[in-house]
C-alpha cells in the first residue's frame, strides 16, 4: 500500500541523444490564483507569463506537502511525505530515500542548489534533501548575488547539469507595509516575525479579522502581491542571467506551495491544506528535440510528485523503483477525474501534512484532490466538499461545500486506499536552533 507503479504515459523517442540540461525553479508560497497566467487580474508575474508561453502549464497542479520542506522532499524524491519522512517542520528525509539529485549525479549529471538565505523558509539546510548535490549554496546577501551565483555556476559546470534556484520573496511577512497600513497587519508583522519569542496572538487576531473584512484582506493581499511581484522580477534576472539553451534545456517552474491569506480565518501556510496552500503553479518547457508535441495546457490534475519521473524520463535515466509520481509527458488529452473515468489516466492528488506538534509523533492529514473534489482527513473523520463556482457581472469567484455524493465520495476513499501511506515516520526530536529558526519564520 503507499505506492504507485513508475509509469512512462507516453514512449519518448528511443533514438540516442545527448541528455538534456534542467534548470528548476521552485517559488517559495505562491498560489496559483495570484499568477496572471493562471488567471489572474493582476498583471503581477510578467516573467511567468513569458515562460508559460513556451511551455505547458498544468491548470490543477497540486503540492503534495505544505511547507517548503515537505514539498521539495516530495518534489525531489517524487514519494509522499509519510513515505520520505518529512512531514513536520524540522523532519530529516529518511536515509533510505533516494534523491533526484542523487540519481541524476551517478548518471553523469553535474548537479546544484542555489537559495537566498538559510532557514525553515529554504531546503538542504540540515534535512537531507542536500544529498547529491555537488554545490548548496544558501548564503547570499541580496536575491541579485544569488541569482549571479547561479548563472556562475551554469556556465562553468560541467554539462548535461541540473541546477534548483529557489526564490522565496513571496514568503511572509511579504512587502512592506506603509505607515498607513492597517494597525491590525503591521502588529502582526512586528510582532511575528520582530525580534522576540514570536508567540505574539496577533497571528490569529489578524486571521480571524480577515474572515470578515474583504478591505483588510484586499490590503494584505496587495502587500503579497508585492512578494509575487518580487519573486517574478527574480525569475526574469535569473533566466536572463543563466541564458540557457531552450532547445536543449528542459525547465521547470512550480511552486513548493501557496498561502492562505484569510480564507475560513486561515493565515499562512503549514498549518493549512487548503486549497489556497496546496493549488500551485507548475510550468514545464520541453525542448522540442525531446517532446515535440505537449500541449500549451493541460487541464487533468498533476502533481509535484509527478516531476521527478517526468525529469528522469527525458534524461533518458532508469526510474527509481516504486513511486507515488508519474510521467506527466503524454497527459494532455487526460480529462479531470470524476469518479467515473479512473481508466482514462485520471487520477486525484494527494496531499499530506502533520497536525501535531514539533517534535511529537506525527498526526497525519490527507487530502485526496481534484479540480471539484476535496476529501480531508482521508484516514479519520472526513471532510467531504464540492467546488462551487459563481459568476457575477462578469466576474467569477469559488468557494467549497460540503458534498452529498456517495459514487464520488467512494472512489476518493479508495484511491486514498490504495495509494496513500499511513504509517508515519517516527517523531524526531528538534535541536533548540532548530525552534528558534522556525519561531523567527512564523512557524511556531
Same mark, same amino acid.
Do not use: C
Given at each position: 500500500m503507499g505506492y504507485g507503479l513508475y509509469l512512462y504515459v507516453r514512449a519518448l523517442p528511443e533514438a540516442p541523444r545527448d541528455p538534456p540540461d534542467i534548470l528548476m525553479f521552485t517559488l517559495c508560497s505562491i498560489r496559483a490564483d495570484h499568477v496572471h497566467a493562471y488567471g489572474y487580474a493582476n498583471e503581477t508575474t510578467p516573467n511567468i507569463d513569458a515562460l508559460a508561453a513556451s511551455?505547458?502549464?498544468? @491548470?490543477?497542479?497540486?503540492?503534495?506537502? =505544505?511547507?517548503?520542506?515537505?514539498?521539495?522532499?516530495? /518534489?525531489?524524491?517524487?514519494? %509522499?511525505? *509519510?513515505?520520505?519522512?518529512?512531514?513536520?517542520?524540522?523532519?530529516?528525509?529518511?536515509?533510505?530515500?533516494? =534523491?533526484?539529485?542523487?540519481? %541524476?549525479?551517478?548518471?553523469?549529471?553535474?548537479?546544484?542548489?542555489f537559495m537566498g538565505a538559510r532557514g525553515p523558509a529554504v531546503f538542504g539546510d540540515g534535512d537531507g534533501l542536500?544529498?547529491?548535490?555537488?554545490?548548496?549554496?544558501?548564503?547570499?546577501?541580496?536575491?541579485? *548575488?544569488?541569482?549571479?551565483?547561479?548563472?556562475? !555556476?551554469?556556465?562553468?559546470?560541467?554539462?548535461?547539469?541540473?541546477?534548483?534556484?529557489?526564490?522565496?520573496?513571496?514568503?511572509?511577512?511579504?512587502?512592506?507595509?506603509?505607515?498607513?497600513? $492597517?494597525?491590525?497587519?503591521?502588529? !502582526?508583522?512586528?510582532?511575528?516575525?520582530?525580534?522576540?519569542?514570536?508567540?505574539?496572538?496577533?497571528? #490569529?487576531?489578524?486571521?480571524?479579522?480577515?474572515? $470578515?473584512?474583504?478591505?483588510?484582506?484586499?490590503?494584505?493581499?496587495?502587500?503579497?502581491?508585492?512578494?509575487?511581484?518580487?519573486?517574478?522580477?527574480?525569475?526574469?534576472?535569473?533566466?536572463?542571467?543563466?541564458?540557457?539553451?531552450?532547445?536543449?534545456?528542459?525547465?521547470? /517552474?512550480?511552486?513548493?506551495?501557496?498561502?492562505?491569506?484569510?480564507?475560513?480565518?486561515?493565515?499562512g501556510h503549514h498549518r493549512y491544506n487548503d486549497p489556497a496552500v496546496v493549488h500551485v503553479p %507548475?510550468?514545464?518547457?520541453?525542448?522540442? $528535440? /525531446? @517532446?515535440?508535441?505537449?500541449?500549451?495546457? @493541460?487541464?487533468?490534475?498533476? #502533481?509535484? /510528485?509527478?516531476?521527478?519521473?517526468?525529469?528522469?524520463a527525458l534524461a533518458q535515466v532508469p526510474p527509481l523503483g516504486l513511486q507515488d509520481g508519474r510521467s506527466l509527458v503524454g497527459l494532455g488529452e487526460v480529462p479531470l477525474w470524476t469518479a467515473h473515468n479512473a481508466d482514462t489516466g485520471a487520477r486525484p492528488a494527494l496531499v499530506q501534512?502533520?497536525?501535531?506538534?514539533?517534535? =511529537?509523533?506525527?498526526?497525519?492529514?490527507? @487530502?485526496?484532490?481534484?479540480?471539484d473534489w476535496r476529501l480531508t482527513n482521508a484516514g479519520g473523520a472526513p471532510l467531504f466538499q464540492h467546488r462551487v463556482v459563481e459568476r457575477n457581472a462578469g466576474t467569477e469567484s469559488e468557494r467549497w461545500e460540503p458534498a452529498d455524493d456517495p459514487n464520488t465520495l467512494t472512489a476518493l476513499l479508495k484511491y486514498y486506499t490504495e495509494h496513500a501511506p499511513i504509517a508515519p515516520p517516527a517523531a524526531q526530536k528538534l535541536s533548540p536552533e532548530t525552534v528558534n529558526a522556525l519561531r523567527k519564520a512564523g512557524y511556531w
Open positions: 511551455s505547458t502549464r498544468y @491548470v490543477n497542479a497540486y503540492s503534495a506537502g =505544505t511547507f517548503t520542506g515537505s514539498s521539495h522532499a516530495a /518534489l525531489l524524491t517524487g514519494l %509522499l511525505p *509519510a513515505t520520505n519522512g518529512v512531514l513536520s517542520p524540522g523532519d530529516k528525509l529518511l536515509p533510505t530515500v533516494r =534523491t533526484l539529485p542523487e540519481i %541524476l549525479h551517478d548518471f553523469g549529471y553535474s548537479t546544484a542548489a542536500e544529498r547529491g548535490f555537488d554545490s548548496m549554496n544558501n548564503v547570499f546577501p541580496n536575491p541579485t *548575488a544569488m541569482v549571479a551565483g547561479a548563472a556562475k !555556476w551554469w556556465k562553468e559546470a560541467k554539462h548535461p547539469a541540473f541546477m534548483v534556484v529557489h526564490i522565496r520573496d513571496a514568503h511572509a511577512p511579504y512587502a512592506t507595509p506603509p505607515p498607513t497600513a $492597517d494597525a491590525r497587519i503591521r502588529a !502582526w508583522r512586528n510582532d511575528a516575525f520582530g525580534p522576540g519569542t514570536h508567540a505574539s496572538p496577533t497571528t #490569529s487576531l489578524l486571521a480571524d479579522a480577515l474572515r $470578515d473584512d474583504p478591505t483588510l484582506k484586499n490590503e494584505l493581499s496587495a502587500l503579497y502581491d508585492q512578494g509575487v511581484q518580487a519573486a517574478d522580477a527574480n525569475v526574469g534576472r535569473a533566466l536572463k542571467a543563466i541564458n540557457p539553451d531552450m532547445q536543449h534545456t528542459v525547465i521547470v /517552474l512550480a511552486a513548493d506551495h501557496g498561502e492562505a491569506l484569510g480564507e475560513d480565518g486561515h493565515l %507548475l510550468l514545464v518547457h520541453y525542448p522540442k $528535440d /525531446l @517532446v515535440d508535441d505537449e500541449p500549451d495546457v @493541460v487541464q487533468t490534475e498533476v #502533481s509535484l /510528485l509527478d516531476v521527478p519521473p517526468t525529469l528522469l501534512m502533520s497536525h501535531s506538534t514539533f517534535g =511529537t509523533q506525527p498526526r497525519i492529514s490527507t @487530502v485526496v484532490t481534484t479540480q
